[in-house]
């Protein structure tokens, strides 16, 4: 079981999202903006990071830049495709990025595989 900070603006998606890490028996502690998950990133201990890719006072990019430089591997889910061709300032192959709408189960793949790597030995 992995503790998992999920930043998601979407309330809809945000409940999804929290069912299927819930049922995949991770704890989950979820945030609909930036700052208040750049708060919880900052105040509690995290195994992955799951984050929108675009937040409205934020990025994703931005919170696993955060979660980076305290060691936790970060997820980053969009729904907007042309954020992956558009937005020279973000380095997309720094983190793992899943494009919306995401299936359960691979979602529950990508949090596997991320967890994985961060516990692989460098």
């Known amino acids: 079981m992995a503790r998992i900070l999920l930043v998601e ?3 809809d998606v945000c409940t999804v999202f929290e069912q299927i890490l819930l ?5 989950v502690d979820s945030s609909e903006t930036f700052r208040g998950g750049s708060e919880l990133i900052g105040s509690r201990d995290y195994d992955l990071v799951i984050a929108d890719g675009r937040l409205k006072d934020g990025t994703g990019a931005m919170l696993a830049d955060i979660a980076r430089n305290k060691g936790v591997p970060a997820l980053i889910v969009t729904g907007d495709a042309t954020i992956l061709r ?3 300032a973000v380095d997309f192959l720094r983190y793992r990025w899943l494009l919306k709408p995401v299936r359960p189960q691979t979602l529950v793949e990508a949090v596997a595989a991320a967890l994985r790597d961060r516990a692989a030995p460098h």
């Open 9 to 11: 603006d979407d309330i």
């Open 86 to 88: 558009h937005s020279a």
């Open 23 to 27: 049922d995949a028996e991770h704890e």
